[in-house]
């Protein structure tokens, strides 16, 4: 199978209108996130699936994401962003529509402590019982504390995390606390990373050394691959290359160290977002 007819799960974009978001949101672009401009820039690099996330600004109105998936519900899965007075009607109406996780944005957050009250551990269990995950998205260097923290709040119900970028890690790059942390919380949890948006990183991380250490610590089969289109915050016309580099790279031989094969590529491109999102690949 050629690269370009191989499936490409794109496992973390974003749709929205321009100026839309909360009153209190921090950024609204002044642009719209089209499906269709997402497709126009990554439909050359495979045969394209993608997983819409639900976007920090817009808060827990996830009217947008849920109309996505609904037009084309056989290649699109979203991740929704709800707080404990979700309502289990919405829960399984978007169930329905293509939801498989919820998505815990903490990046400059202080108050993220929350997720230890009875109301948010009530909440992980409901998700937890449609089979859905918890991702976390951090700033740099603060993964190891709030991941184990999420963990203890998720206790025994299962709930697997996923975490955003590469997991975030600060300034000792693979040394970093959060691989210990989720090698502990693998202990209780499946973990999964996804491997976008290096621009997010620490100037000079290099994200392929971040790429292998992760497949160390969660396995080949627990890895993922993310455009974070239309990167937002970070919006430059290098970005296109920089996506296209990210994705490419399963592909391509990295001294021995297991990329470039066709198992390896196969399982970022494609099959580890089959067996998450549930695409019927």
């Known amino acids: 199978m050629t690269r370009n007819a191989m499936p490409l799960v794109d496992c973390h974009f974003h749709l929205f209108d321009a100026g839309t978001g909360m009153p209190a949101a921090r950024y609204r672009p002044a642009y719209s996130a089209r499906i ?15 997983v819409v996330v639900q976007t920090s600004f817009l808060g827990t109105d996830n009217a947008a994401l849920l109309a996505a998936l609904r037009a084309r519900p056989g290649r699109l ?34 108050e993220w402590r929350r997720i230890g009250t009875a109301p948010w551990r009530t909440l992980f269990e409901r998700i937890a019982l449609l089979g859905w995950h918890v991702e976390l998205h951090t700033a740099n260097g603060q993964g190891a504390a709030l991941l184990s923290e999420l963990d203890a709040s998720l206790g025994d119900c299962g709930a697997p995390v996923v975490l955003d970028h590469f997991g975030r890690p600060g300034e000792q790059g693979v040394r970093d606390p959060v691989f210990a942390v989720a090698e502990r919380t693998l202990q209780r949890r499946q973990v999964w990373v996804k491997f976008s948006a290096p621009y997010r990183l620490l100037p000079g991380t290099d994200w392929r050394s971040l790429a292998m250490a992760w497949r160390r610590v969660v396995g080949q089969d627990r890895l993922l691959l993310g455009s974070d289109w239309p990167w937002t915050n970070h919006e430059s016309s290098a970005r296109a290359g920089e996506c296209a580099a990210l994705f490419q790279w399963p592909c391509e031989p990295t001294g021995g160290e297991g990329a470039g094969d066709g198992g390896f590529a196969e399982s970022l491109r494609w099959r580890n977002a089959t067996v998450l999102y549930g695409f019927g690949l």
């Open 36 to 50: 269709e401009d997402w497709q126009s820039l990554l439909a050359p690099l495979g045969d394209l699936y993608g």
């Open 77 to 110: 899965r979203g991740v929704a962003v709800v707080d404990p007075s979700v309502t289990d009607g919405q829960l399984a109406a978007m169930q329905a529509a293509g939801v498989r996780g919820i998505r815990l944005n903490f990046f400059g957050d202080p």
